[in-house]
C-alpha cells in the first residue's frame, strides 16, 4: 500500500508557472508514476507518465512541451513543473502509482494502483 500526497497547487495567472510535488508514505522505485487531472464537470485525463527509472516520460498533447514530469526515488517523490500555463489547465491533480499489473491502458485511470486526494490548480487572470 502506497500512500500519496500532493502540495504545490494554487491560484495562479495565465502564462505563470507552478511546481506540484507528491510524496509516497514508502518506497516508489517499483512502480510507475505520473498524473492526472480533472476538470469540473469532465473525466480525469492523463497528464503524464514517468517510468520506475525516471529515464522514459509521456505526455498528453495538450501539456508536451510545458509540462516536465520528474522523479526523486531517493525521496519518494515526484514532481511536475508546469509552465505557460493556461485557463484550461485549470483542473485538480492527481499523483498516481502503478505497478504495472492492471490489464488498462496507461492513459486509462484504472491502470493505476494508487492515488493522491489532490491538489487544487487555478489558471485565471
Known amino acids: 500500500q502506497v500512500q500519496l500526497a500532493e502540495s504545490g497547487g494554487g491560484l495562479v495567472q495565465p502564462g505563470d508557472s507552478l511546481r506540484l510535488s507528491c510524496a509516497a508514505s514508502s518506497s516508489i522505485s517499483a512502480y510507475g508514476m505520473g498524473w492526472f487531472r480533472q476538470a469540473p464537470g469532465k473525466e480525469r485525463e492523463f497528464v503524464s507518465r514517468?517510468?520506475?527509472?525516471?529515464?522514459?516520460?509521456l505526455y498528453a498533447d495538450s501539456v508536451k512541451g510545458r509540462f516536465t514530469i520528474s522523479r526523486d526515488n531517493s525521496k519518494n517523490m515526484i514532481f511536475l513543473q508546469m509552465n505557460s500555463l493556461k485557463p484550461e489547465d485549470t483542473a485538480v491533480y492527481y499523483c498516481?502509482?502503478?505497478?504495472?499489473?492492471?490489464?488498462?491502458?496507461?492513459?486509462?485511470?484504472?491502470?493505476?494502483?494508487?492515488w493522491g486526494q489532490g491538489t487544487q490548480v487555478t489558471v485565471s487572470s
Open positions: 498516481v502509482a502503478s505497478s504495472g499489473r492492471r490489464t488498462a491502458t496507461i492513459f486509462e485511470p484504472n491502470f493505476y494502483d494508487f
Open positions: 514517468i517510468t520506475m527509472s525516471g529515464k522514459k516520460s
